[in-house]
């Protein structure tokens, strides 16, 4: 297990590499960071000019600039950002904001796929899977702006009608944050609420759709089948041997789908202007902020790649079939 | 099982009166079991026989409340003095598994793969008895499987079930179904999944479960061979119906039913009558989707009359037995081909090619096929080879059937690859005419049907279209090629009329038709038949046995037969090849080979196959093998039969035996009037 887990963490080495450097030649061709300063009226001098293009490592040959972002990354150095903030600073918070909003829109997202799906395909074609079925559906075609939007002017309206604030709709935590814990943790997730619903939302339909057909087919497995023949009550053969085979290649799904709650979760802090790794991609892409860019991709690839081997060593320990090595 | 003779006095454990079972269907509901009726009585072993499709299955899953969603079941079942249909799933699960158990059909999908079978079999014991703790449920487990013959039950208790054989699977399956002292078993195509050998095996482990909880016994099966050695009673099923229904004996012996009659002369037999003509019976069974008036066998009848077609049969008693046939005094006497006239298939085509060659056609020699076995690191390094098929040779002449025998793993398919130049091998060579095969060369001259008519016709192509297409790969005008298929499928005996169908609108019979037409497009002259009638039913196997043979009289083709039925293979092939592990063990002439085999491994092979016969059955004495075959990644040194060689492991001296783990045996004739490779081949 250990060897296996060193092998394919050092399979990832290569593609991370391989990855980052296509990114940042195609970042780096994608505009000119000090376009800005050169569009200023009236026009910036040249010393300053030559000094900025120095500072951001623009004079540099392109390879020359990719191996000092990589080693640089090593001493904890991500490299000049246009607007002289200190990268390292600024994205670790938020990407905490981040990870707090996706793993709980996952875990909310889980358990109503879950629900969901079993109810489908225990009650198939029933007026309950049809309504599940029809809802799933829905909320798989809705995109994901559009519903932040529309649920964040309900909460606003609903605020105003009772003139208390229920529902924080701007922001992942006040300004000034309050003072001592159970404040702090209480204000956290009061902000919390929304932009989970809508991430869990969007995310739960597909799943519980596969979580449905996977269920439907399990319980048509001759094992299911036989398990019954023995004379297990239903309910134990339904958990037991139908949604605990069924749940196997779930895992998967939701590590893969991680990649895209990231991507997801860009539209849904933008919506509720939470301080987070979405906003932060969206304010280095503006700037062309190359190396503020590289330091958001970069992140969230390692996390795509932890999450996959994450899903295939689960793999492993849900289903025996499945050797590593 | 002893098959006694059974007064009416023993008391009834388990019976069925009017069971009707309907299942939907896109065109409506379709009669799966339209009234059927039988009983079993304390300790006895009724077999329920018919082919796919005539309600046994669904009979079995009523009987236990296992419909699927959406079925209609209608009609009583009691177990004992209790009435089950109706009785709910709560009240069921507290009858499945204590009553009456059941034995699934596919060993490889029963068991769930996530569970160690050890807690699948404890999960059985405490499903009926919730305090008992979990150490001693799988120490009952580990009993249970040895009950059932697993080796070093103990040890393997936590494996899970893919780290067990498909014959060793069953036995598990069998260990649940005893696990509660159920007072019924009912076993629903227990060993059709299986090779013939680990049949055997598992339906010794099912005898075992039987004389140890002393239940009765449901035994469903097509094959009547099993059922003719294991039941006392016997109830054949056609069209959702009991159609005849007397002790083993009457109904083999003397059949009062035409369909019984027709079955048991349409199956190829191990035992005497090979070489006859098969009488198949013509057509395929009714759907069930609209109610028949009268006999549902009446259409595929020799002896239907108007009477037959209205007004439908009841069962009713005749010779001592019950039959439902209006006419069933007419069949005193009577064999099959007295009734069933085989009908010849209308051959049209004739043999374009010189087919008489000097000295054989076609020829292997010393073919070795290795599979690299790769690891899953990195660079996928070779970590072992897989030894499917080890220095083979044979040749064909002109005009002959070489069967090629084998269970699972032996290389047989494998063979039939290297031959069509689909694989290379790592050694060897074939030669056809003397002249090497390699590549697409000889594509016209090799042609092969295969076992799954389904699987290997484009769904969306015509009949005609899938006959024509060989002809249009090879440069054939389209008109021309057109032409040629019609006539060629007209000679398999699918008409004009059919030739513009798609494959799913075919039984499977008539695709195999199809396959056949198709190897016969490019006017071969050798036909590789790869298990070409295992998927299909016996009725309807006759039938394709009966047009390959024809096929080869009209046309002097030569065919490779290879299978793992030895009872077809006896019936069609002039010489015969045993294949165990990927090596030859015994050649020789059909009736030689069959007769007087000399290889313990053909000898057991032999043994094992249930002969449709009950008296016989009865008095036969098995070769019962021990264990499954070896690995073919890590063969064993030498004799590759050692392993399980009732001679190696039983009478041979310790000096014999090292001969055979040391020396491989070639295959040489040693006094016993063909090729044997064993060292102390022999009589049994």
Not at chain 2, 351 to 365: S, W
Not at chain 2, 447 to 468: C, E, N, Y
Request: hydrophobic share 45%; proline share 6%; net charge neutral.
């Amino acid at each position: 297990m250990l060897a296996y887990v060193l092998r394919r963490l050092l399979h990832t080495i290569p593609i991370i590499l391989v990855g980052s450097f296509i990114t940042f030649v195609m970042v780096s061709a994608s505009g000119d960071p000090l376009g800005d300063l050169l569009a200023k009226q009236p026009p910036v001098s040249p010393a300053i000019l030559a000094a900025e293009r120095h500072r951001l490592r623009l004079d540099l040959p392109l390879l020359e600039q990719y191996w000092r972002w990589l080693t640089g990354i090593f001493r904890g150095d991500w490299g000049p950002s246009v607007t002289r903030v200190d990268i390292g600073h600024e994205i670790w918070p938020r990407l905490l904001v981040s990870v707090r909003l996706v793993v709980l829109a996952v875990l909310l997202a889980l358990l109503l796929a879950l629900v969901v799906g079993v109810i489908s395909a225990v009650r198939q074609y029933s007026w309950v899977d049809y309504l599940f079925t029809s809802a799933g559906f829905l909320l798989l075609s809705m995109p994901a702006f559009w519903l932040a939007i529309l649920l964040k002017q309900q909460a606003i309206d609903v605020n105003e009608a009772t003139g208390s604030t229920l529902f924080y709709t701007v922001g992942d935590a006040s300004i000034p944050p309050p003072t001592g814990f159970w404040p702090t943790v209480s204000d956290i997730a009061g902000h919390i609420v929304l932009p989970t619903i809508v991430l869990a939302l969007t995310t739960f339909a597909p799943w519980s759709r596969f979580v449905r057909s996977s269920m439907v087919e399990v319980q048509q497995s001759d094992y299911v089948r036989l398990a019954r023949a023995k004379g297990l009550p239903r309910r134990t053969v339904l958990v037991r041997h139908a949604l605990r085979t069924a749940l196997i290649p779930l895992t998967t799904v939701v590590a893969m789908d991680l990649a895209v709650l990231f991507s997801g979760a860009v539209i849904t802090e933008t919506v509720f202007q939470w301080r987070g790794m979405g906003s932060f991609l969206l304010s280095a892409v503006r700037d062309k902020d190359i190396y503020a860019v590289m330091a958001w991709l970069l992140l969230v690839s390692v996390i795509v790649v932890l999450f996959n081997l994450v899903a295939d060593l689960l793999y492993a320990v849900l289903d025996r079939r499945i050797r590593l090595g | 099982m002893s098959p006694t003779t059974h007064q009416t006095t023993t008391a009834e454990v388990l019976s069925v009166r009017d069971l009707t079972v309907e299942f939907p269907d896109e065109r409506g509901r379709v009669q799966a079991v339209r009234g059927v009726s039988w009983s079993l009585r304390e300790g006895e072993v009724l077999g329920v026989v018919g082919e796919s499709g005539c309600g046994k299955s669904a009979t079995a899953l009523a009987v236990m409340g296992l419909l699927p969603p959406g079925a209609r079941m209608g009609g009583s079942v009691r177990f004992r003095d209790r009435e089950l249909a109706g009785l709910g799933d709560r009240g069921m699960s507290s009858v499945r598994g204590r009553s009456v158990a059941m034995v699934f059909q596919d060993p490889l999908s029963s068991l769930n793969p996530v569970y160690s079978v050890g807690f699948q079999v404890a999960e059985a014991v405490r499903a009926h008895h919730p305090g008992t703790s979990r150490d001693d449920a799988v120490e009952r487990a580990v009993h249970l499987l040895e009950l059932v013959g697993i080796p070093n039950a103990r040890d393997r208790v936590g494996d899970y079930p893919h780290e067990f054989s498909g014959g060793m699977r069953q036995r598990v399956v069998i260990a649940i179904a005893m696990a509660n002292d159920p007072d019924v078993i009912i076993a629903d195509e227990p060993t059709t999944a299986l090779d013939v050998t680990i049949q055997a095996q598992v339906l010794d482990a099912l005898r075992t479960a039987r004389a140890e909880t002393g239940a009765a016994a449901v035994l469903i099966t097509h094959d009547l061979g099993v059922v003719a050695g294991q039941a006392d009673r016997v109830v054949v099923m056609y069209a959702g119906k009991v159609v005849e229904s007397g002790t083993a004996d009457e109904v083999f012996y003397r059949p009062r039913m035409p369909y019984t009659l027709g079955l048991l002369g349409s199956l190829p037999r191990l035992d005497g009558r090979f070489g006859a003509r098969l009488t198949p019976i013509a057509g395929t069974p009714p759907a069930l989707d609209r109610p028949i008036p009268g006999c549902a066998f009446a259409p595929r009848c020799p002896l239907a009359r108007e009477r037959c077609l209205t007004e439908e049969p009841e069962l009713r008693e005749v010779d001592g037995h019950l039959t439902a046939c209006h006419f069933a005094e007419e069949l005193v006497d009577k064999r099959p081909e007295d009734v069933f006239v085989p009908v010849v298939a209308p051959v049209a085509l004739t043999a374009e090619r010189p087919v008489r060659t000097e000295g054989p056609l076609l020829r292997a020699t010393g073919l070795v096929k290795h599979y690299p076995v790769r690891g899953g690191g990195f660079f996928r390094r070779q970590v072992a080879e897989l030894h499917a098929v080890c220095d083979v040779s044979f040749s064909l002449s002109a005009g002959e059937t070489l069967g090629l025998v084998g269970e699972s793993g032996s290389g047989k398919s494998t063979i039939a690859k290297l031959l069509m130049s689909l694989e290379e091998p790592t050694a060897g060579r074939v030669e056809l005419d003397g002249a090497a095969v390699r590549g697409r060369k000889h594509a016209r001259d090799l042609q092969i049907v295969f076992q799954d008519p389904m699987g290997s016709l484009d769904p969306r192509m015509t009949a005609a279209d899938l006959v024509a297409e060989p002809l249009r790969i090879n440069g054939l005008a389209k008109q021309d090629a057109r032409t040629r298929a019609l006539e060629l499928l007209a000679s398999v005996g699918l008409g004009r009329g059919r030739s513009e169908r798609y494959p799913h609108e075919f039984s499977g019979g008539q695709r195999q038709r199809i396959g056949i037409a198709r190897a016969l497009a490019l006017r071969p002259r050798v036909l590789i038949l790869d298990e070409p009638v295992s998927a299909l039913d016996v009725s309807v196997q006759a039938d394709v046995i009966n047009l390959l043979e024809d096929l080869q009289d009209a046309l002097g083709l030569s065919y490779l037969f290879i299978a793992h039925d030895l009872s077809v293979v006896r019936h069609i092939a002039d010489r015969v090849a045993v294949l165990y592990l990927g090596r030859v063990v015994e050649v020789g002439e059909r009736d030689a080979v069959f007769d007087h085999p000399s290889h313990p491994y053909t000898q057991a092979l032999i043994s094992a196959v249930p002969l449709p016969d009950p008296r016989k059955e009865r008095v036969r004495e098995r070769i019962l093998l021990s264990g499954d075959v070896p690995s073919p990644v890590d063969p064993p040194s030498g004799c590759r039969f050692r392993t399980r060689c009732p001679r190696f492991l039983g009478a041979l001296t310790d000096a014999e035996r090292s001969l055979c783990v040391e020396e491989v045996p070639g295959l040489v004739e040693r006094g016993q009037g063909h090729p044997v490779a064993c060292h102390f081949g022999g009589p049994r």
